[in-house]
């Protein structure tokens, strides 16, 4: 059965800066397009980032174009999350999403604070 688990998560101050991971066991992660997803209490979850299986291609919600950049290891089974210049309204559960043929994973989240 495929595992997702995130960490990095924290508290940090507006204009700060954190790097999320995401470590994959129990599937071919590079058969895997990744995605992170944040969502706060009360709000549906959004998708923050994707990339595609050999991370050759990315995207980004419009809010953090610019600011946040996903990355994967393939060799490593790990997707990263870089977040810069965090504002309050980044703060959330951030979760990471395996999308695969036939499957698709979650991991159990990390939560970013973004406060000063």
């Known amino acids: 059965q495929g595992k997702l688990v995130e960490s990095g998560g924290g508290l940090v101050q507006p204009g700060g800066s954190l790097r999320l991971s995401c470590v994959a066991s129990?599937?071919?992660?590079?058969?895997?397009?990744m995605n992170w997803y944040r969502q706060v209490p009360g709000k549906e979850r959004e998708l923050v980032a994707f990339?595609?299986?050999?991370?050759?291609?990315?995207n980004y919600a419009d809010s953090v174009k610019g600011r946040f950049t996903i990355s994967r290891d393939n060799a490593k089974n790990t997707v990263y999350l870089q977040m810069s210049s965090l504002k309050p309204e980044d703060t959330a559960m951030y979760y990471c999403?395996?999308?695969?043929?036939?499957?698709?994973?979650w991991g159990q989240g990390t939560q970013v604070t973004v406060s000063s």
């Open positions: 129990g599937f071919i992660f590079r058969n895997y397009a």
């Open positions: 999403n395996a999308v695969g043929p036939a499957s698709d994973y």
């Open positions: 990339i595609t299986r050999a991370g050759g291609k990315t």
